[in-house]
């Protein structure tokens, strides 16, 4: 699959299309592994909370905006104007570089858990950081996606 920019479109999917076209195909991992990582952050037990209150805000913040973002581009939204591809991008952009600090975050709040502490809530913070390191990948992924249809539109 190519994206939808390459193929001769510059404009965003619409309807059931936001399920078919790259990079926008994404949107899906990114809700159901961006949800997961939040579930994980909520039940685990970090011993600094500023990094759980960093790492809490990003998962919800990007698990929100994805949505809100899915459903925008369901109901068709944007139009078809290029200012939304422009958003696109921005909004993966930041919601990369905010899961990449969060993600780092949580890694080392997994490594200070690893001497003394009870192994089920080192485990739960070593799923954390593994999920919150999948979803930087797929939003990074999805970023440089975006921004290949963005220079081309």
Not at 63 to 80: E, P, R
Request: aromatic fraction near 18%.
């Amino acid at each position: 699959m190519a994206p939808s920019a390459a193929s001769g479109g510059i404009s965003l999917p619409s309807g059931f299309a936001v399920f078919t076209t790259f990079p926008d195909l994404l949107f899906i991992f990114e809700f159901v592994f961006g949800g997961l990582v939040w579930i994980l952050i909520a039940s685990s037990h970090v011993p600094i909370p500023l990094i759980q209150g960093w790492v809490m805000f990003t998962s919800v913040f990007c698990f929100i905006a994805t949505t809100l973002l899915l459903f925008l581009y369901l109901i068709g939204a944007h139009g078809s104007r290029t200012s939304w591809i422009t958003l696109d991008a921005a909004y993966h952009c930041i919601a990369s570089l905010f899961y990449f600090g969060a993600s780092v975050l949580e890694a080392l709040a997994a490594i200070q858990l690893q001497v003394g502490f009870i192994y089920k809530y080192y485990h739960e913070n070593i799923a954390a950081v593994v999920f919150s390191f999948v979803v930087t990948l797929l939003y990074v992924v999805h970023a440089v996606f975006s921004l290949i249809r963005w220079k081309s539109s």
